[in-house]
């Protein structure tokens, strides 16, 4: 895979799609405990559509190339090295796609950079209050330190845990080996878990409700794709998030989760090349 050093990270990264696609390309923003392979479906079929795609692996707790132990992992610097990595990749006008945590980075996003995005598109994710929702919220105030991280690894390598509503039971239907391979690097890397226990005290001392105040100015097409099964992320909250913006498209997907990409990724390619022909 590519790699892009940024100042404060080096992200590989995965393109699918033409270079010289008509379309704006589109940015995919996973979250916490995650890589870009959430999105392959997705833009596997974008791309035969003829739309190029750019999927990164951030320094989320299962990215594989560590992050210096300086580095401040909130999610404002998150955001802030989505922006940077915007700009190392001339990705101008790009449609940008979020999840879970991804989502709400990109809620920072279009906060502080909205010139550098020109349509958005959230899948469940994060807003508001639930920044993590119930339960995750609970799991991570007490995953903030190495030790903790450890223990979380142990108990994740064991496919029941894994899959039960403390691991990711609540947001996708099985995928052993992805979810498996999603929490090996914080096992077998010390410098992942200390990575990712940075993140997870940043995570827990703030939400989105001062964000949401401001999200009302962007002003640019938005597209809202939530999976109406989501027992996290619920659709009241999804609505809610498609009512602060002045342009957005609401699309219920009924029976997905969270992970509404790997649940119905047909509905997820249909909103993006559908904002996308908007261009």
Known sequence: MPQVKLQRATIDYRVLGPDDSPHPPVLFVHGILVDHRLWIDVAERLAHKGFRCILPNLPLGSHTIAVDESVPLTPVHLAEMIHEFIAALDLSDATVVGNDTGGGLCQLLVDSHPDDVGRLVLTNCDAFEKFPPFPFNAVFAT?????????????????????????????????????????????????????????????????????????PRFAKPVTIVWGMADRCFTPSLGRRLADLFPHATMVEVPGARTFVALDAPDAVVEAIATVGARA
């Open 143 to 215: 995953m903030r330190g190495p030790r903790s991280i450890r223990l979380l690894s142990a108990l994740m390598k064991v496919t029941a845990l894994r899959h039960s509503p403390l691991g990711y039971g609540l947001l996708l239907r099985g995928n052993d080996k992805l979810t498996a391979s999603w929490v090996e690097p914080m096992g077998t890397d010390p410098r992942i878990a200390r990575n990712l226990a940075t993140l997870l005290r940043a995570v827990a001392a703030m939400d989105l409700t001062d964000v949401a105040t401001r999200l």
